[in-house]
């Protein structure tokens, strides 16, 4: 079992320790590309309109300064860097501790900076989105496409890949479609199935942590359909030789969140 997650928005800076160790990070095969988007984002976030290029407001000024010296920037499990309705939903440190260890084995988060990182990987708090223009390296989507695609590619091979990204991540890499199921969320709005972004974030963490404390994991998409219709309505979309299978989870108008 291997799930993409995007990153979240925000980061939770570490508040001491060791520096980021770019020789520790898994997918060591993207380690050129990663010093090449770190020294790209410390330029321009050392620049006068470092704010413009990288689609931030001013109210993020120690952010877009914190990515200037992002190599000496103590460092935290991306797992703990990583917040939003997503991670908390997921509530990796309520899991029990073989849970978090499956974790740490099947979770890669879909970086802008680093490309791909593991649930474990030590990094620093950084403020780069995938839709960026970054100068020197160009739309970072694009450019990281033909970067991720060997690397996890190989990592894909023979597992059943639950896509619960974005579509702006989505577009980094293609997994073997399969064997992907992509993750879409519905609420119920006047009988009508509507996207509600929030309620989808939330949700896809739900069932990433559903997913990880449940003992056997599923292997196949008819099997992830099962396991997902343990908690939620679902339906499941068959793939073609070019598209993804989609899971569809439904949510009823009255859904609210629970906390983890």
């Known amino acids: 079992m291997l799930i993409l997650l995007p990153p979240s928005e925000g980061k939770q800076p570490a508040p001491q320790g060791d520096m980021y160790d770019a020789g520790a990070l898994a997918f060591q095969e993207l380690a050129p590309a990663r010093a090449e988007v770190l020294a790209a984002l410390a330029d321009v976030s050392a620049s006068a309109d470092a704010h413009r290029v990288l689609d931030v407001g001013a109210s993020l000024a120690e952010d877009v300064a914190r990515n200037i010296t992002l190599h000496r920037e103590p460092a935290a499990p991306a797992h703990a860097v990583y917040t939003g309705v997503l991670y ?58 033909p970067r991720l695609n060997p690397v996890l590619g190989e990592r894909a091979a023979g597992e059943l890949v639950i896509d619960c990204r974005s579509s702006t991540y989505a577009a980094a890499f ?33 069932l990433a942590r559903h997913l990880l404390q449940r003992r056997a994991e599923p292997k196949t998409p008819a099997a992830l359909l099962k396991a997902t219709q343990e908690k939620w309505e679902a ?20 859904h609210s969140f629970a906390a983890h």
């Open 174 to 206: 293609a997994p073997p479609p399969e064997t992907t199921v992509a993750v879409s969320v519905f609420q119920l709005r006047g009988g009508q199935r509507k996207v509600v972004s929030h309620f989808a974030k939330h949700t896809r963490g739900e």
């Open 88 to 145: 908390e939903a997921l509530g990796y440190r309520s899991l029990a501790p073989a849970q978090r260890r499956k974790a740490d084995a099947a979770v890669v988060v879909i970086s802008a900076l680093w490309g791909a990182v593991g649930f474990g990987d030590r990094i620093p708090a950084y403020r780069l989105g995938m839709s960026v223009n970054l100068p020197g390296i160009g739309k970072l989507a694009s450019w990281w496409k």
């Open 235 to 254: 339906e499941l979309v068959e793939g073609t030789g070019r598209k993804a299978h989609q899971l569809n989870i439904i949510l009823p108008e009255d």
